[in-house]
């Protein structure tokens, strides 16, 4: 069973980047297809993005297109997600995620993981 551990949250201004990252352990890494998610104060968790065992296919929701980058380390069982151009909007708890199943359906079927997730907040 995995475990997952992120880091890399903080506060940062809108405009501004950030990167977190997930440390995985446990398993076997480049078996799971990971992603991230995240929750918003009164708002149900949503999918972000999500990347394929080997990081040749990656998924991402509407709203972080062009913005947010998800890339994997295998040999250091680690996933990031680039954040830039980060808006007030994308101010959440930022879950990383991991699952058995195909990175394509993560956004619709969830991930059988879950890290303890990490504050984002983006100050105007």
């Known amino acids: 069973q995995v475990q997952l551990v992120e880091s890399g949250g903080g506060l940062v201004q809108a405009g501004g980047s950030l990167r977190l990252s997930c440390a995985a352990s446990?398993?076997?890494?480049?078996?799971?297809?990971m992603g991230w998610f995240r929750q918003a104060p009164g708002k149900e968790r949503e999918f972000v993005a999500a990347?394929?065992?080997?990081?040749?296919?990656?998924y991402y929701a509407d709203s972080v297109k062009g913005r947010f980058t998800i890339s994997r380390d295998n040999a250091k069982n680690t996933v990031y997600l680039q954040m830039n151009s980060l808006k007030r909007e994308d101010t959440a708890v930022y879950y990383c995620?991991?699952?058995?199943?195909?990175?394509?359906?993560?956004?619709?079927?969830?991930?059988?993981?879950w890290g303890q997730g990490t504050q984002v907040t983006v100050s105007s």
């Open positions: 446990g398993g076997t890494f480049s078996r799971y297809a």
């Open positions: 995620a991991a699952s058995l199943s195909p990175a394509q359906s993560m956004g619709l079927m969830g991930p059988g993981y």
């Open positions: 990347i394929g065992w080997s990081g040749g296919s990656r």
